[in-house]
């Protein structure tokens, strides 16, 4: 923005509070939990759902734990009109849960929400206007305070009147005084409290007051104190559900619902992975995740994410973002080389720790959740780039395929692979990886082949083994044969017998490859150049471990002869 432009914006007001209590509680329970996406979610939508994939979302809500669920404005259109009916009809709002239905303080829609609402046991009906300065001027022309607030309580007169009728439906009232984040808050109060002069709750039958900060036009902190100030000015705190209904313009909507819960609200409306007008309503499935993540147990059940998230994509139109905290693609996915490391660590660590004590707390550097608890997996975690560190690719091949990769090994295969994401500018997949590293160390044949071998375990002294081989040398077939005291040391003779030994053997490993299919055997040989320092390894892979590790010197052989010339 130009220096000039911010001189049409005014700095922010802030609310004075001579006590501020909400900087020193902590979240140690739940709120109410109210789902909007099937009306502020919904209303937002390019392509709003058909009653159809409504039916499926709200199913999918109940499913998760809500039991509140605003289902729509059903007198705004006879599409959620509809579906309410469908709903009641299908018999499809089970006995816990309470649908709500949203409807502005005018007599006609009033009328008609009670006609959407018939036949449900339990309903919240949802009144609103609003409230503040910029509202009263521009949206109702000039309207006054007085008769903004007489719209509220004629609403309220209605509802009130017509429930008294109602034989079947358990009634709950909810008012929002929309824009209450811009409105000013000794005013907020005054509406509300002539709506509850009217609507007379009781502690056994609560008000609800939604105080939205429908535009999020400042900083948590001031939301946190319009919510404080409000909860400690009220007269019949008792009598008052309060209840949060967060935007994201500033992008901190959820900081302003957990601010706003510290300051003593008791409900939370939101709609799965933040949708709603503009940024965006309130991420519950954040919030919630957040409390989890703090040992909370929120009702909310998010332990398969992922499904939830592919119906909401699917019926919304709408694709989570890469980074949406929780939900999204990457969000359990460490690119960074010094992190994939530290979570690798992490990992290794937790396994050992559980076996000692079960109830280990969960603790692995970089994640603030066990990705398992919401149906992810570790192996998602750690991909490979060019940035990645020397753990990234050794915990892939370790994890995805079973090789277990000697720690010396790690720094030379790690600088190939990186090398082939660099040359192609993008992450590599596990497959990719695979690839790569059996293209690279495992089972080479140029420029030698080793074609056949065999052993006599009873030549030469006690213990020895002679090795008589076929390999090819650069497509020409050779006869070679040593003696030693196991296989790999006789193949190394018959490489020295036919002038091929350039180097020492300085390191040898194998084992049994875990998780494959079959059972595999994998070895691992590191050379030293007699021409240079150069450390060399190859790899071979065999279901005969001796197999295998005659392929990994031959292997490693191989490397050898590029890395001298
Ligand atoms: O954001 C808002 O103010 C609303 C109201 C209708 C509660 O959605
Ligand atoms: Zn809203």
Redesign the pocket.
């Known amino acids: 923005m130009k220096s000039s432009s911010t001189k049409k914006y005014s700095p922010t007001k802030g609310i004075s509070l001579t006590q501020r209590d909400w900087p020193n509680q902590v979240i140690s329970s739940p709120p109410i939990w109210a789902s909007v996406d099937l009306r ?1 979610g919904n209303q937002s939508l390019p392509v709003p759902m058909s009653i159809e994939e409504k039916l499926e979302y709200f199913d999918l809500l109940v499913s998760i734990g809500f039991k509140q669920i605003e289902v729509g404005f059903p007198s705004a259109s006879d599409t959620e009109f509809n579906f309410l009916r469908r709903l009641v009809k299908e018999k499809r709002i089970p006995n816990d849960v309470t649908i709500q239905v ?1 409807v502005q303080a005018r007599e006609h829609l009033i009328h008609k929400t009670f006609q959407a609402i018939e036949g449900t046991k339990s309903a919240i009906i949802h009144l ?1 206007n609003s409230t503040s300065p910029l509202q009263r001027k521009v949206t109702f022309s000039d309207a006054s305070k007085e008769q903004i607030k007489q719209i509220a309580i004629d609403g309220t007169l209605l509802v009130k009147q017509l429930t008294a009728n109602l034989q079947e439906t358990n009634i709950t009232f909810q008012y ?1 005084p ?2 209450f984040s811009d409105t000013e808050t000794d005013y907020a109060l005054e509406v509300c409290e002539a709506v509850m002069d009217i609507w007379q709750p009781t502690t056994e039958n609560k008000i609800i007051l ?1 105080l ?1 900060a ?1 535009v999020e036009w400042n900083t948590p902190n001031v939301h946190a104190d319009q919510i404080e100030w409000f909860c400690k000015n009220m007269q019949h705190r008792d009598k008052a559900i309060i209840s949060l ?1 967060t ?1 994201n313009d500033r992008g901190t909507g959820t900081a302003a619902t957990e601010l706003g819960l510290l300051a003593g609200a008791d409900r939370v409306e939101g709609t799965l992975f933040g949708n709603g007008e503009r940024t965006g309503n309130l991420d519950i499935v954040t919030v919630a995740l957040n409390m989890n993540s703090h040992g909370i147990n929120t009702g909310l059940d998010f332990s398969n994410l992922s499904s939830i998230r592919n119906t909401y994509e699917r019926v919304t139109k709408l694709t989570v973002p890469d980074r949406q905290p929780y939900a999204g693609e990457l969000v359990f996915t460490a690119f960074s080389g010094s992190h994939q490391d530290a979570i690798k660590k992490g990992i290794d660590r937790r396994a050992k720790d559980l076996k000692q004590d079960p109830n280990t707390q969960f603790a692995i550097p970089y994640l603030t959740i066990d990705p398992m608890d919401i149906g992810r997996s570790y192996e998602a975690i750690i991909r490979i780039n060019s940035q990645s560190g020397k753990g990234g690719v050794a915990y892939i091949l370790e994890s995805e395929y079973g090789l277990h990769l000697p720690k010396t090994m790690h720094p030379t295969v790690g600088t190939q692979i990186y090398g082939i994401a660099d040359k192609l500018g993008r992450e590599l997949d596990p497959a990719e990886i695979k690839t790569a590293f059996f293209e690279t160390f495992v089972n080479t044949h140029t420029p030698m082949e080793l074609v056949d071998y065999e052993l006599d375990h009873s030549a030469g002294s006690r213990g020895q083994v002679s090795c008589a081989a076929t390999i090819t040398l650069n497509g020409n077939k050779q006869n070679i044969s040593g003696l030693g005291n196991g296989p790999i040391n006789a193949l190394t003779e018959a490489f020295a017998n036919a002038g091929l030994k350039n180097f020492h053997l300085t390191d040898y490993r194998s084992h049994a490859i875990t998780g494959g299919s079959d059972s595999d055997s994998a070895a691992y040989i590191q050379l030293q150049s007699d021409e240079s320092t150069n450390l060399i390894w190859g790899c071979g892979i065999d279901s005969s471990i001796e197999m295998a590790g005659l392929y990994a010197l031959v292997s490693a052989w191989n490397t050898l002869q590029t890395s001298n010339q």
Do not use: A, V
């Open positions: 502020d949203l609103y929002s929309e824009s939604n939205p429908t209904h935007h």
